[in-house]
């Protein structure tokens, strides 16, 4: 006998069915709402952009709070900024790291538009000439537009030479000016292997062993670096002879003809200490971070990094051949002791929380490396090149992609001729 409901209580199991699915959905959407709202707790916000959003609830909850409250600082960050990048010392890793706080911050670079790779103006001098011929404009300026390049210029991080009185011409008021240096021994052991100096031998290098191409160079090093000047390097004559002796230095401003004066190079340290917010050591890249982020009134995200350039092996040297290189680059040695006593300075008036803050930014760094690359490093060219994770943030993409990426994002959206459609 088949059963028969009556019309009422189908409607009351209609009812039932009704009532129970909204209160099911009612708890489910009221526990996302309170994950998504702990979950939030732990994100980095960037400009609007959702930067460290790899961060999670297993991450120090305490540091994560300090971070929060840096956020209402006070303080306003530093947008200004003059790098001069100085040749094999940890460089472009600090340019990629100007790069993309002025990318996330939609600041004006000043780039030398003919170099579409990289931007550089190596030893170009910037003359007014040069500033109309070579600059792309600003943002939102057209190009030619020359009476609004002047003084409208946020950032400049790329290899050139420090010239203080044409620099102010064109950067904003207010700016700062920093560099990166390192000890002379690992800067020219590192030089020699990128820039090939072993070359100035010309026809006798392939009766030389690799490993005395140093020792050799540096027991005639005044015939070779002559040698250097007649050999030509990217198109340019002799521009390996800049990068042989003194470079650091040279970058700053010091010219070659007072390489063997003291009283000229002294001179010129001091006034590079007054006129220079902050000089970065390659050997305490993390220490000095930390004092250009409390400097700057940055974040901890603006200072994180993936390695740039990062050699898979170094030469090592006897200490008769340190002696040599130290003393070929006497101006340079003089240059990094002088900065090397007044990081430490500052390290001691950062206060008592500079080992803590270290340490934190340190992890934070390392999760970083873990959450926003594909765990894989490539080989090129001895060096070693990193990718982001498939699918990872913009934050992610930015900090892990290699040098070139992040540098076109930058250039192509101030490039007024033609925009490459290489970041979403």
């Known amino acids: 006998m088949a059963m028969v409901i009556s019309l009422p209580k189908i409607r009351w199991l209609r009812l039932l069915f009704i009532f129970t699915g909204a209160l099911t959905f009612y708890m489910v959407y009221t526990a996302v709402v309170w994950w998504k709202g702990r ?5 980095l916000t960037w400009n609007g952009v959702k930067g460290a959003d790899f961060l999670t609830p297993s991450t120090n909850h305490r540091h994560i709070q300090q971070q929060l409250a840096e956020n209402v600082k006070t303080c306003s960050p530093q947008n200004q900024i003059v790098f001069i990048k100085t040749h094999k010392t940890a460089s472009t890793t600090l340019q990629t790291i100007i790069n993309r706080f002025g990318f996330f911050y939609n600041l004006s670079f000043v780039f030398n538009k003919n170099y579409i790779n990289n931007g550089h103006f190596y030893f170009i001098p910037l003359t007014p000439r040069n500033q109309k011929r070579l600059f792309l404009p600003p943002l939102n300026v057209r190009l030619g ?29 207010h700016t700062k000016y920093i560099s990166i240096i390192r000890d002379p021994v690992a800067q020219w052991e590192s030089a020699f292997d990128f820039f ?21 160079f540096l027991d ?18 002799g521009l390996r002879w800049y990068y042989a002796q003194n470079s650091q230095i040279y970058d700053l401003g010091l010219d070659s003809t007072s390489f063997h004066d003291d009283v000229v190079i002294n001179g010129t340290v001091k006034r590079l ?13 993390d220490e ?6 409390k400097q700057f009134c940055w974040k901890y995200e603006d200072i994180v990094y993936f390695p740039k350039n990062k050699r898979l092996s170094r030469r090592k040297l006897s200490d008769p051949i340190q002696m ?11 240059l990094y002791s002088h900065f090397n006593r007044t990081l430490w300075d ?10 803590e803050d270290l340490n934190y930014f340190r992890h934070l760094n390392q999760r970083i490396f873990q959450e926003c690359g594909n765990g894989n490093a490539t080989r090129f060219y001895k060096r070693v090149e990193y990718t982001p994770r498939r699918n990872s943030s913009l934050f992610c993409q930015t900090i892990a992609e290699d040098k070139q990426s992040l540098f076109r994002r930058v250039f192509n959206r101030q490039n007024p001729m033609k925009i490459y459609h290489v970041y979403k």
């Open 145 to 173: 537009d020359y009476s609004n390049y002047i003084n409208n210029f946020d950032i400049m991080a790329v290899h050139v030479r420090y010239i203080r009185v044409e620099m102010e011409k064109f950067m904003k008021k």
């Open 324 to 334: 040599k290189i130290r003393n070929l680059n006497r101006a340079d040695w003089l």
């Open 346 to 355: 500052k390290v001691k008036s950062y206060g008592p929380k500079f080992d």
């Open 273 to 285: 200490e007054q006129e220079f917010d902050l000089v970065l050591l390659a050997e305490y890249f």
């Open 220 to 237: 005639n090093s005044s015939f070779h670096l002559e040698s250097l000047k007649h050999l030509w390097y990217e198109n340019v004559l």
């Open 39 to 43: 979950i939030g707790s732990y994100m």
């Open 288 to 293: 000095s971070l930390l004092i250009l982020k």
């Open 196 to 216: 090939k100096f072993q070359d100035a031998f010309g026809s006798a290098l392939s009766r030389i062993p690799e490993d005395k191409w140093i020792e050799t």
